[in-house]
Each structure stands twice: as C-alpha cells, then as structure tokens.
C-alpha cells in the first residue's frame, strides 16, 4: 500500500521557538494533504488541507500565521509550528491523496511535538 | 456543521463479536470510513462504505445505511492486537477532508 512518512517523529522545542514537521508521500503524488492534531485521549481535528502550489486552506480557528502550511511538491508537505508554546503540544499527523488510492487517505505515522 | 457519535468504549473478550455504531448528521455526505489507531500510532484505514449495505474485509466488516445516516463496523474473531481505538469519519467527496468521530476504545480481554 502507500506509504506515508512523517518527520521526526518525536521532537521536543523550547517555548517561543519555531518547528518544522514534514510529510513526505513516499510511493505516489499526492495531490492533496492533509494535517491533522490530536489530544491524548481525544479524536483527530483538521487543521488544514493543502493542494500541491496553493495556498493551504485552513479549519476554523486554526491560525493561519501560527501553523504554516507549505506544499511545494507532490510529494512534500511541511508544517511549521511558529511561536510554539506548551500548548501547541500534541501528536501531529499528516494525510495524503491522489485521485489513483480512489476512497481511501493514507496517513502519516505522526509526529509528537512536546514545548517546554 | 458536522457531528459523528459513536460509544466512547467497549470491552469484550478474545473470540467475541463487537459491534461498534457511527451515526452521523453532516451538510453533504459522499462516503463514511473507519480507521484503526493504537496507543501512540497513526490511524490505518481499515474500510469504506460510499453505497449502502455491507463490505467485508476478513474479520472486519462495515455497513452503511445512508437514510438512517447510520452506519457499524464489526469485529469479528476478536484478537488481543484488536484493542485499539476506531474512529469513523465521513467525507464530502473523493479526497475530500475526513471529518472523524470522537472514536471508540475498544479492550479486548483473555
């Protein structure tokens, strides 16, 4: 199946520096990715999609200046947490999608990002 | 908006048949999935339902019923490695964002 990686998987920041978290599609392009946060404990919420040299589009109260989306090629989104702080701690996950895997998204094995 | 409900937790033994539900209420509904995500993992799909009725996928199986806007995936033969936690979600179309459900756990005892 396709394959989706994520790096790094465990990174730990000091507050009020900036981290950068890649998603790389590994045996496809894909046209569209996804980035997603999720809580321990708690469901996957979307903070963004981004289609390949456009502009991401973002979730409502997701900031746009604070989580840079970046999808320069088809086979490379990145996220950068600006500014983190303890709260932005999380697990982020990316997905992927090209009109070939038809129905189904291909994600990412996560990136855990812990500010201290 | 969008809301998924399914239970927040089940427990049932090795062998057993778990039935996990996902209703949901969505503004356009073009496909409902599940995935499968252990502690500290990412999410792996484990099936899709676009069209109503059942789709099997060895021991696992989902079905959906767009007019009760309702759907399940069944866990059949339970295994300890099934303890994880399953997530359905629902897009809008191919590709399209997934929105998921607040997941449920589910712990497979001996």
């Known amino acids: 199946g396709a394959v989706v990686s994520q790096h790094p998987s465990r990174v730990i920041c000091k507050s009020g520096t900036s981290v950068k978290i890649e998603c790389r599609s590994l045996d496809f392009q894909a046209t569209t990715m996804f980035w997603y946060r999720q809580f321990p404990k708690q469901s996957l919420m979307l903070m963004a999609t981004?289609?390949?040299?456009?502009?991401?589009?973002?979730e409502q109260g997701v900031e746009k200046d604070k989580f840079l989306i970046n999808h320069a090629s088809l086979t490379l989104s990145t996220l950068t947490v600006t500014s983190a702080h303890p709260e932005d701690s999380s697990f982020y996950i990316c997905s992927a999608w090209t009109p070939a895997s038809g129905n189904t998204i291909y994600f990412g094995e996560g990136s855990w990002l812990t500010v201290v | 908006g969008q809301s998924l409900e399914q239970p927040s937790e089940v427990t049932a033994v090795e062998g057993a048949i778990v039935q996990i539900n996902c209703t949901y209420q969505t503004s356009g509904f073009y496909g409902l999935s599940w995935y499968q995500q252990h502690d500290g993992g990412a999410p792996t799909f484990l099936s899709y339902n676009g069209l109503d009725g059942l789709e099997e996928t060895g021991r696992f199986s989902s079905f959906l019923s767009r007019s009760d806007s309702y759907g399940y995936l069944l866990l059949q033969e339970l295994q300890m490695k099934d303890s994880a936690s399953y997530f359905c979600?629902?897009?809008?179309?191919?590709?399209?964002?997934?929105?998921f459900g607040g997941g449920t756990r589910v712990l497979v005892k001996p």
């Open positions: 979600a629902v897009s809008k179309a191919a590709g399209n964002k997934l929105t």
């Open positions: 981004s289609n390949e040299g456009s502009k991401a589009t973002y």
